[in-house]
């Protein structure tokens, strides 16, 4: 075990240490989460950044080389590479995180804050990565969200294989959020309540014909046709999905009332639909394509039809300066000139 050292929350950011190493992160941490920070930071050697006082999280970081690939952009996928490859830890309670984010946030907000940082990231320590092994990034060569991005990044994410899925998903397999009704309720059941709370808001009736775009697995499909009584077709661009959806179909006997259609939404050619729903899809239709979306979606359901569109949405950010814009492509080019991004 090595021995602990701890550099105080107002140490200056020149060298502290007999490492260099250690000082450079040091540096690079603080200027990223600027003080009062609410966590606590452990280097890989045991050196520990303290919070400004008590803190219920600790990032561990793991190697010298950690911090340079984490903090790479794109930061939404570099941090989760991190993570699998064993670069870093979140010990503690994880929802503190929070505001130790919106701290990161603050400390970028200016050219001349961004100039820096990236001059502290251009100092941090490398090493090999040695770790876990990560998946292969996915390379989309078609234009980004064409029909062939599509089928592209779907058959990278979703075609990895069912029994990866089901090694994480409930029993249906369904793949977004649960409704959970009490702390020690399992996936299962919370999946299920989540399928009928869906088939409510629809207001399903029997004898209806249900439409759903990006089945997955076939659990909300089948859920319906079986509890509600309707006609469901569920469409899907995963080989995969679409194979084990449909023998699922087969298993619960509702070939009669269920097809699973492997292919695009956009191209079915059955358009007369008196209930329309899309779970955790319509993330992945780009904001330039949404009314191409909506549109469809509205050609394919009856009049006086409902639709149920479930997703994840995020405010836009506000537009920047052009001065803004400028130093951040100027930083970006900069970073990427060292031949190390």
């Given at each position: 075990m090595p021995a602990m050292t701890t550099l105080a929350p107002a140490a200056p950011a020149s060298s502290t240490t007999?490492?260099?190493?250690?000082?450079?992160?040091a540096?690079?941490?603080?200027?990223?989460?600027?003080?009062?920070?609410?966590?606590h930071v452990r280097l890989w050697e045991g050196t520990v950044l303290p919070a400004d006082g008590p803190a219920a999280i600790t990032l561990a970081v793991h190697t010298p080389g950690a911090l340079r690939r984490m903090?790479?952009?794109p930061l939404e996928v570099r941090l989760g590479e991190a993570y699998l490859r064993g670069d870093f830890d979140l010990e503690g309670d994880l929802w503190e995180i929070g505001p130790a984010l919106?701290?990161?946030?603050?400390?970028?907000?200016?050219?001349?804050?961004?100039?820096?940082?990236?001059?502290?990231?251009?100092?941090?320590?490398r090493d090999g990565g040695a770790g876990r092994a990560t998946p292969e990034a996915a390379r989309l060569r078609a234009r980004e969200h064409s029909r062939a991005w599509d089928r592209e990044g779907i058959r990278y994410h979703y075609d990895a294989g069912n029994d990866f899925y089901a090694l994480f998903l409930d029993e249906r397999m369904v793949?977004?959020?649960?409704?959970f009704a009490a702390a020690d309720e399992d996936i299962h059941t919370a999946q299920a309540r989540k399928l009928e709370h869906i088939c409510r808001k629809l207001r399903l009736k029997p004898g209806e014909?249900?439409?759903?775009?990006?089945?997955?697995?076939g659990g909300l499909v089948i859920h319906a046709a079986r509890e509600h009584?309707?006609?469901?077709?569920?469409?899907?661009l995963s080989e995969r999905q679409a194979e084990l959806a449909g023998q699922r179909v087969r298993d619960a006997g509702l070939q009669d009332r269920v097809r699973i259609e492997l292919g695009d939404y956009r191209d079915l050619a059955d358009?007369?639909?008196?209930?329309?729903?899309?779970?955790?899809?319509?993330?992945?239709?780009?904001?330039?394509?949404l009314p191409e979306y909506f549109t469809h979606v509205h050609r394919v359901i009856k009049p006086g039809g409902l639709f149920m569109n479930h997703g994840i949405g995020n405010r836009p950010a506000p537009p920047a300066s052009a001065a803004r814009r400028m130093a951040r492509r100027a930083v970006r080019r900069w970073v990427l000139g060292t031949g190390h991004y």
């Amino acid at each position: 075990m090595p021995a602990m050292t701890t550099l105080a929350p107002a140490a200056p950011a020149s060298s502290t240490t007999a490492n260099p190493d250690v000082d450079r992160a040091a540096a690079f941490l603080r200027r990223l989460f600027p003080e009062p920070r609410p966590f606590h930071v452990r280097l890989w050697e045991g050196t520990v950044l303290p919070a400004d006082g008590p803190a219920a999280i600790t990032l561990a970081v793991h190697t010298p080389g950690a911090l340079r690939r984490m903090f790479r952009l794109p930061l939404e996928v570099r941090l989760g590479e991190a993570y699998l490859r064993g670069d870093f830890d979140l010990e503690g309670d994880l929802w503190e995180i929070g505001p130790a984010l919106q701290a990161a946030r603050r400390a970028a907000s200016t050219p001349a804050e961004l100039l820096a940082l990236a001059r502290l990231w251009r100092a941090l320590p490398r090493d090999g990565g040695a770790g876990r092994a990560t998946p292969e990034a996915a390379r989309l060569r078609a234009r980004e969200h064409s029909r062939a991005w599509d089928r592209e990044g779907i058959r990278y994410h979703y075609d990895a294989g069912n029994d990866f899925y089901a090694l994480f998903l409930d029993e249906r397999m369904v793949y977004s959020c649960a409704y959970f009704a009490a702390a020690d309720e399992d996936i299962h059941t919370a999946q299920a309540r989540k399928l009928e709370h869906i088939c409510r808001k629809l207001r399903l009736k029997p004898g209806e014909r249900l439409l759903d775009i990006g089945c997955g697995w076939g659990g909300l499909v089948i859920h319906a046709a079986r509890e509600h009584g309707v006609h469901a077709v569920g469409v899907t661009l995963s080989e995969r999905q679409a194979e084990l959806a449909g023998q699922r179909v087969r298993d619960a006997g509702l070939q009669d009332r269920v097809r699973i259609e492997l292919g695009d939404y956009r191209d079915l050619a059955d358009a007369s639909f008196d209930k329309v729903s899309s779970v955790g899809m319509f993330e992945h239709v780009g904001p330039a394509r949404l009314p191409e979306y909506f549109t469809h979606v509205h050609r394919v359901i009856k009049p006086g039809g409902l639709f149920m569109n479930h997703g994840i949405g995020n405010r836009p950010a506000p537009p920047a300066s052009a001065a803004r814009r400028m130093a951040r492509r100027a930083v970006r080019r900069w970073v990427l000139g060292t031949g190390h991004y």
